[in-house]
């Protein structure tokens, strides 16, 4: 026949002897639970004690030290939104007192010029109203020898018409009955 196989957990000591392994002894369990209970209660409270709150305050240490980033973060990035704001408003002031600058400069160059162009005018009305005098002058002056080159001329005529008999004075009243 086949040979039996042997299930028994027995180990043999020192002695020769063959026992139960200890934990599947059912003679051992009243002991062993006893010693389960208090190896769980002194793990228990050791962690209880000691671990778990070296723990939970690594977790809470590490939670504020987030939140106060976070808390950081949001200060710096209102700080940079203000920064930003402030930068516009003062570029847009910048923008507008350069405008007020250029439109200043352009109306004390436009005055600039009108007050030129006036005294140009004023030289130039000047200049005319001198010319127009003097022209005045000349045309009385042409008008004044008119006379006299009138009388010239007819007395060149008519001494080369009817010859040398009509006198100077004679030509010079019928040039002036005839104006």
Not at 37 to 64: C, D, N, Q, S, W
Not at 68 to 73: I, R, T, V
Not at 81 to 100: D, I, M, P
Not at 111 to 118: E, L, Y
Request: zero cysteines.
């Amino acid at each position: 026949m086949a040979e039996q196989v042997h299930t028994t957990a027995e180990v043999q000591h020192e002695g020769g002897h063959a026992g139960a392994f200890p934990p599947f002894d059912s003679s051992t369990f009243p002991s062993q639970i006893l010693w389960l209970a208090i190896t769980f209660g002194l793990f228990y409270v050791l962690m209880a004690k000691v671990a778990l709150p070296r723990i939970g305050g690594i977790l809470e240490a590490r939670h504020a030290k987030i939140a106060g980033d976070l808390e950081e973060a949001n200060r710096l990035k209102a700080d940079s939104e203000a920064a930003g704001a402030a930068y516009e408003a003062a570029l847009a002031e910048a923008r507008k007192k350069a405008n007020g600058i250029a439109s200043d400069t352009r109306a004390a160059l436009a005055a600039s010029i009108d007050a030129k162009r006036h005294d140009a005018e004023k030289g130039l009305s000047a200049k005319i109203a001198d010319a127009e005098t003097r022209i005045a002058g000349i045309k009385a002056a042409a008008l004044a020898e008119v006379d006299g080159i009138a009388v010239d001329t007819t007395e060149a005529l008519v001494s080369s018409l009817i010859g040398d008999g009509t006198g100077r004075d004679e030509i010079a009243a019928a040039v002036q009955a005839a104006k």
